[in-house]
């Protein structure tokens, strides 16, 4: 009884929250999985503004500004399953380990986040259990039930980041992202390049790794998929138009390099 009571005081979302797991097109045909890890900016009503004003929760400290709407074109473009979470990055963070440092941030950037400071570790939990766990749960369990139909399963995680970061300028237009994987992420450079208007990054703005990252290295990497992380630039999928363009981009993109992959009997 004990327990019950500490869960129900720790309970985070309630009444007119809503759930943390986005899907389109969850009987997709095509191998690709996409993940968005930083899809919305939305606050649990419990929490308030978390102590950070408005014009700081549109920024890209709180989401992936742009992705949502290249990620839901792109899946239905490519007849591929999404599936993406809806809770801002700074309640917390579903592409880093829980217990990291940036899990649940106290400082992002250069904003502070009052609302995450010294809270208890029954908040914390309430976190991961309520908003972390059901999306990584969702990811996890697709994956799982693809392998056991033996279905062909390549996971992209897509992410958007800002021009400027603490004052330095990112030349990319895009990147693609990895540790592990020499597959996916070679053919995708090869296709970004051949792209004459591109400024492409490779592991730029940044790499992946295990200590920041964890969609790809528990879903991608430890599963055994083939796998790569895409980072577009903020700037040029701000509006409707721009995530239309980019989707279709990637689109024509993926659909070569599916082909590829099933010439090379990577995906069968
Ligand atoms: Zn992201």
């Not at 440092?101 to 809270?119: H, L």
Request: aromatic content about 6%.
């Amino acid at each position: 009884m004990a327990l019950d009571t500490a869960d129900a005081a720790d309970q985070l979302l309630g009444e007119g929250d809503i759930p943390p797991v986005h899907e389109v097109n969850a009987a997709g045909a095509s191998p690709f999985l996409l993940t968005s890890d930083h899809y919305g900016r939305v606050l649990p009503r419990a929490l308030g503004d978390l102590g950070v004003a408005e014009n700081e929760l549109t920024r890209h400290i709180a989401w992936d500004i742009g992705i949502a709407g290249v990620a839901d074109r792109l899946a239905e473009m490519l007849d591929t399953h999404l599936i993406a979470q809806r809770y801002s990055r700074l309640v917390i963070d579903c592409n880093r380990p829980p217990g990291a440092v940036s899990s649940i941030p106290v400082m992002s950037e250069a904003t502070a986040i009052p609302g995450n400071e010294a809270i208890s570790a029954g908040e914390r939990a309430a976190r991961r259990r309520e908003i972390f766990e059901p999306y990584h749960h969702r990811i996890d369990a697709t994956i799982g039930r693809r392998l056991h139909d033996k279905r062909p399963t390549v996971l992209v995680s897509l992410h958007s980041f800002t021009p400027v970061y603490a004052g330095v300028e990112r030349p990319w237009h895009i990147g693609a992202l990895y540790n592990r994987d020499t597959v996916l992420p070679q053919l995708l450079l090869k296709h970004l390049h051949a792209e004459s208007d591109l400024v492409v990054g490779d592991n730029e703005p940044y790499a992946v790794n295990d200590l920041t990252d964890y969609t790809i290295p528990v879903h991608g990497e430890a599963r055994g998929l083939v796998n790569t992380g895409i980072e577009i630039r903020q700037d040029l999928i701000a509006d409707q138009s721009g995530q239309r363009q980019w989707a279709e981009r990637l689109a024509r993109i993926f659909a070569e390099i599916e082909m590829e992959l099933r010439a090379e009997r990577l995906v069968d």
